[in-house]
């Protein structure tokens, strides 16, 4: 039974994440962002299972990014859709949101061949940016978007996802301080803007993070 558990766990992403689709569908924005956070918990524990009870298989692997192209490429594709609905008379203009969707495809595509993302991630993961697009809606209420800041950001995610560029992954070998610095200050930060702003640090998270990343990418070329 224990080699069923962490596929059951990525079968649950996929159902979440697609809920969240529908939400999106129906304009219900703030909900959406709700399951997208469950749909990570599952995307990251469906691994963590497949670790610690030894049963990795290719079949579960090919399962995981498959679920996370509906929760972490269309999701954020769909918000963004409907996001320059609203901001644009321009009618073919929305589908440009489309483009995450692609961007996350050959995201997940090259994760499933690319060996060096053993304790790293190369380029912005497929859920940190579903995170960060589809919390829009927490943003405060006098922060405006415009089209041309939602174009903008369509663009930039897409390049983030498959940018040559190591981010932090939250894989532990060992809970020591030393070579786990920024996966700490990151846990930390989290914490800290959760306490402060609460659910609306959400569009706040994921920024810190790449901010982080690049910190860390920085250092550790000085050091080199």
């Known amino acids: 039974m224990k080699k069923h ?60 990014s498959l679920a996370d192209m509906v929760s972490f490429g269309l999701v954020p594709a769909l918000y963004m859709f409907r996001v320059l609905e609203g ?10 949101g489309l483009l995450i969707a692609a961007f996350s495809a050959v995201r997940l595509a090259k994760f499933n ?5 053993s304790d790293q991630f190369i380029g912005l993961p497929t859920p940190a940016n579903t995170i960060m697009i589809a919390s829009l809606s927490f943003l405060p209420a ?32 060992s809970f020591g301080w030393k070579g786990n610095e920024l996966r700490f200050i990151l846990i930390v930060s989290i914490v800290i803007l959760g ?23 920085f250092i550790s070329k000085k050091v080199v």
């Open 195 to 217: 306490i402060i702003f609460g659910i609306n640090a959400l569009p706040f998270i994921i920024p810190v993070y790449i901010l982080l990343s690049l910190i860390g990418n």
């Open 5 to 64: 558990i962490p596929n059951t766990l990525t079968c649950l992403n996929l159902i979440t994440g697609g809920i969240g689709a529908i939400f999106i569908i129906r304009a219900d924005y703030d909900l959406a962002i709700y399951f997208v956070l469950v749909s990570a918990l599952f995307d990251f524990f469906d691994g963590f299972a497949a670790r610690m009870l030894k049963v990795q298989s290719i079949i579960g692997k090919e399962l995981d």
């Open 113 to 117: 061949v690319d060996d060096r993302q």
């Open 142 to 173: 006098n922060w405006e978007i415009t089209l041309i800041a939602t174009i903008v950001i369509i663009t930039v995610s897409s390049f983030l996802l498959v940018a040559n560029v190591p981010m932090i992954a939250l894989k532990f070998k």
């Open 87 to 96: 901001q644009t008379n321009i009618e073919n203009l929305p589908y440009y």
